[in-house]
C-alpha cells in the first residue's frame, strides 16, 4: 500500500473507531473496506484521456487521487495519449471527480452527461460538439458560471432555468427552440445563439440589456430592422422580400395622405399583376384591405378582427370575394374577407418575427431628450418639454452640468384655473416634493419617499386646514380617495403614457442631437 493510502486508511479507521464501541480488534472485513476504492472507467478512450490529463499513465487512479482533482481538459488535444484519435463517447467514471471545478470535454461524442449530474462544484464546463440527447442533469450544477453547449443535441432545454448563475452561455448550433429558461437567468452576460431555430427572442427581452455579449438582436427600434425614416412624407420604409413596408405615427407629422395616419402598411405584387395593399392601424386595431389590377380596384374595406366584422355593403361581398379567391390561396374554412389580414400578418412574422401591435408600438431609435421633443434651456439649467392645447404641461430635466436645481425632474400642470401642481423628483433620494398653490398665493406641500412608502406633510399655509384637506380642496374630486397617491401618479403615469419611461429612465436619456 502506497503511503498516503495508508493514510487515509490510519484517518478513517480513527473516525469509524470514534464513532463505534471500542474493540480490541478490528475486523478484517472492516480493513479491507478501508482500501480506498479505484476509479473505473467504461470507455478506454476517457481513461487514456484521464490519464494523460492528471499526468498518470501507469496504476490504479484511486478515489482519494480522483477527489483531488479540479480541473480537467478532456478535449481533442489530448489525443496524442492514445494510438487512435477516437472521440470519447462514454464519460462514467467522472462521477468520481467531485471537486472537478473546471471540465473541458469539448469535441468528442458524448450524449450521455449524467455522470456529471453530481459535480456541483463545477463552475466552468464546456461540452462543445457534443451532441448531447439530455441535458437534465446539468439542472443541480448551480454554481456554473461558464456553459458551453454548442452543437447540443437536446429536445428539453429547461434544466437551465435552475442555472441562475451563469454568466457566458454558448448554445450556437444546438437544437434549443424555446428560450424561456433562460429568461430569469439575470447574471448572464454573454450568451451565443447563432444557426439555431429559435423564432421567439421575447423570453429574452428582460435580460437582453444585462447582455454585454451576444451574436443576436431583439430590436427595440425600427432603425434596429433596417427602416429609413422619411422626413417629408413622415413615414418610415422597408424594403422586404417581395413586400414594401411602410409605417406612420401621427407624432412625426401627417402622412401624404390622411388615411395612412398612425398605420403600417404593406404593399405586394401577387401572381396575375393584382396588387394588394393592407393596412394596420395600431391605435384603433383595425385592418384597411384594397387591391388593385390594371389600376382599377377590386376590394376596399375595414376588417376588424376583434369580432371578425367588416364595413362591406351585403352588395359588394360577392364581388370582393370573386377577387380575393382570383388573387390568393384562400384556405378551407377561412373567412374570405380575413385571407389578406393574414397574408399581412404571416408576411410581418417571416420579415421581422413579430406581431403587429409589437411592431407599431416600436420607436423609430432610440429616444433622447431632443426626439422625445425637449428644448435645451440653458438659462434655467434644464430641458423644456411643453405641451400645449386641451391640457398644459410642463416637464423639465435637470442638466447638472449647466448649473444647480432642487430637482432631477420637475411636472407642472394647471389643476383648474384656481389650482396648479408642482412636482420635483429627486432620483438619487428617491423623492418627490409635491406642491399646489392656488391663486390667492395660498398652497400646501407633502413629501413622498419612492423606498419606504411614505407620506410625509410638509406644509400648508392655511392654519385651519391639513395639508390632506387642502388637497381635495384643489381637486374637488370625490373619485379621488388618496390625494397623495393620485398626485404622485399625475407624475408617473404621464411620463409613462407619453413617453414610455420610467422618471429614471427619462432621466438617464442621452441629449442626443
Same mark, same amino acid.
Given at each position: 500500500?502506497k ?5 487515509i486508511?490510519?484517518f478513517?479507521?480513527i473516525?469509524?473507531?470514534?464513532c463505534?464501541t471500542?474493540k480490541?480488534?478490528?475486523s478484517?472485513?472492516? #480493513?479491507?473496506?478501508?482500501v ?8 478506454? !478512450?476517457?481513461e487514456?484521456m484521464?490519464?494523460g490529463?492528471?499526468g ?9 487521487e480522483?477527489?483531488?482533482v479540479t ?5 481533442d488535444d489530448?489525443?496524442?495519449y492514445i494510438?487512435?484519435e477516437t472521440p ?8 468520481n471527480?467531485?471537486?472537478l471545478?473546471?471540465?473541458?470535454l469539448?469535441w468528442?461524442?458524448?450524449t ?8 456541483t462544484?463545477l ?9 448531447i440527447?439530455?441535458?437534465?442533469p446539468?439542472?443541480g450544477?448551480?454554481n456554473?458560471?461558464?456553459l458551453?453547449?454548442?452543437g447540443?443535441q437536446?429536445?428539453?432545454?429547461s434544466?437551465l432555468?435552475?442555472l441562475?448563475n451563469?454568466q ?6 444546438s ?5 424561456a ?9 454573454? %450568451?451565443f445563439?447563432?444557426?439555431t431555430?429559435v #423564432?421567439d427572442?421575447?423570453?429574452?427581452e428582460?435580460? @437582453?440589456?444585462?447582455l454585454e455579449?451576444? &451574436?443576436?438582436?431583439?430590436p ?5 430592422l433596417?427602416?429609413q425614416?422619411d422626413?417629408?412624407?413622415?413615414? *418610415?420604409?422597408?424594403?422586404g422580400d417581395?413586400?414594401s =413596408?411602410a ?9 401624404p395622405?390622411? $388615411?395612412?395616419?398612425n ?5 405586394? +405584387?401577387?401572381?396575375?399583376? @393584382? ?6 392601424y /395600431?391605435v ?13 380596384q377590386?376590394?376596399n ?9 367588416d364595413?362591406?355593403p351585403?352588395?359588394?361581398r360577392?364581388? =370582393?370575394e370573386?377577387?380575393?379567391? *382570383?388573387?390568393?390561396? !384562400?384556405?378551407?374554412?377561412e ?5 389578406p389580414v393574414?397574408?399581412?400578418n ?6 421581422f418575427?413579430?406581431?403587429p401591435?409589437?411592431? =407599431?408600438?416600436?420607436q ?7 426626439n422625445? /421633443?425637449?428644448? *435645451?434651456?440653458?438659462?434655467?439649467a ?9 391640457k ?7 442638466n447638472?452640468? $449647466?448649473g444647480?436645481?432642487d430637482?432631477?425632474?420637475r411636472?407642472?400642470t394647471p ?15 428617491q423623492?418627490f ?5 392656488d ?5 400646501a406641500?407633502?413629501?413622498?419617499f419612492v423606498?419606504t412608502?411614505?407620506?410625509v406633510?410638509? $406644509?400648508?399655509?392655511?392654519p385651519?386646514?391639513? !395639508?390632506?384637506? +387642502? ?11 388618496d390625494?397623495?397617491?393620485y398626485?404622485v &401618479?399625475?407624475m408617473v403615469q404621464?411620463?409613462r403614457d407619453?413617453?414610455g419611461?420610467?422618471?429614471?429612465? %427619462?432621466?438617464?436619456?442621452p441629449?442626443?442631437?
Amino acid at each position: 500500500m502506497k503511503p498516503h493510502n495508508k493514510l487515509i486508511t490510519v484517518f478513517l479507521t480513527i473516525i469509524l473507531v470514534a464513532c463505534t464501541t471500542p474493540k480490541l480488534t478490528t475486523s478484517p472485513t472492516l #480493513e479491507a473496506s478501508l482500501v480506498p476504492a479505484k476509479v473505473t472507467f467504461a470507455d478506454p !478512450v476517457l481513461e487514456a484521456m484521464v490519464r494523460g490529463s492528471m499526468g498518470k499513465t501507469q496504476g490504479d487512479i484511486s478515489l482519494a487521487e480522483a477527489q483531488a482533482v479540479t480541473r480537467m481538459d478532456l478535449n481533442d488535444d489530448l489525443q496524442h495519449y492514445i494510438s487512435v484519435e477516437t472521440p470519447i463517447k462514454d464519460i462514467s467514471g467522472l462521477e468520481n471527480f467531485t471537486n472537478l471545478e473546471t471540465l473541458e470535454l469539448s469535441w468528442n461524442a458524448v450524449t450521455d452527461i449524467s455522470p456529471l449530474q453530481g459535480l456541483t462544484k463545477l463552475t466552468t464546463l464546456s461540452l462543445a460538439g457534443n451532441p448531447i440527447a439530455d441535458v437534465s442533469p446539468l439542472a443541480g450544477l448551480t454554481n456554473l458560471k461558464l456553459l458551453i453547449l454548442s452543437g447540443s443535441q437536446a429536445s428539453d432545454y429547461s434544466a437551465l432555468a435552475k442555472l441562475v448563475n451563469l454568466q457566458v452561455l454558448l448554445l450556437d448550433d444546438s437544437t434549443i427552440t424555446d428560450l424561456a429558461p433562460l429568461s430569469t437567468l439575470i447574471n448572464l452576460r454573454q %450568451l451565443f445563439l447563432e444557426n439555431t431555430t429559435v #423564432e421567439d427572442m421575447s423570453p429574452l427581452e428582460a435580460i @437582453y440589456p444585462n447582455l454585454e455579449k451576444k &451574436d443576436f438582436i431583439i430590436p427595440s427600434t425600427l432603425v434596429d430592422l433596417g427602416f429609413q425614416l422619411d422626413k417629408n412624407s413622415h413615414q *418610415a420604409f422597408f424594403e422586404g422580400d417581395g413586400a414594401s =413596408f411602410a409605417i406612420n405615427h401621427a407624432k412625426w407629422g401627417p402622412p401624404p395622405f390622411e $388615411w395612412d395616419e398612425n398605420i403600417i402598411r404593406i404593399s405586394m +405584387y401577387l401572381e396575375g399583376d @393584382y396588387k394588394l395593399s393592407v393596412g394596420y392601424y /395600431g391605435v384603433h386595431k383595425v385592418y384597411v384591405c384594397q387591391m388593385d389590377k390594371d389600376g382599377k380596384q377590386l376590394i376596399n374595406y375595414i376588417y376588424d378582427p376583434e369580432d371578425d366584422s367588416d364595413n362591406m355593403p351585403t352588395e359588394d361581398r360577392l364581388g =370582393f370575394e370573386k377577387a380575393i379567391n *382570383a388573387a390568393m390561396d !384562400v384556405q378551407e374554412g377561412e373567412d374570405v374577407l380575413f385571407t389578406p389580414v393574414r397574408i399581412f400578418n404571416e408576411t410581418l412574422k417571416k420579415t421581422f418575427n413579430m406581431t403587429p401591435d409589437k411592431l =407599431f408600438a416600436l420607436q423609430y431609435e432610440p429616444p433622447t431628450l431632443s426626439n422625445l /421633443g425637449f428644448i *435645451a434651456d440653458q438659462a434655467n439649467a434644464d430641458y423644456l418639454y411643453e405641451q400645449r392645447g386641451d391640457k398644459v404641461v410642463n416637464l423639465e430635466v435637470h442638466n447638472p452640468e $449647466w448649473g444647480e436645481r432642487d430637482f432631477d425632474v420637475r411636472f407642472f400642470t394647471p389643476i383648474s384655473e384656481e389650482y396648479r401642481i408642482v412636482i420635483r423628483y429627486d432620483t438619487v433620494e428617491q423623492k418627490f416634493g409635491v406642491g399646489i398653490d392656488d391663486n390667492d398665493q395660498g398652497g400646501a406641500s407633502f413629501n413622498y419617499f419612492v423606498e419606504t412608502g411614505e407620506f410625509v406633510d410638509d $406644509w400648508c399655509s392655511y392654519p385651519d386646514m391639513s !395639508v390632506e384637506e +387642502y388637497f381635495i380642496k384643489a381637486y374637488n374630486d370625490p373619485a379621488i380617495t388618496d390625494v397623495y397617491q393620485y398626485s404622485v &401618479d399625475l407624475m408617473v403615469q404621464y411620463v409613462r403614457d407619453n413617453f414610455g419611461l420610467t422618471l429614471d429612465e %427619462l432621466y438617464a436619456l442621452p441629449v442626443g442631437d
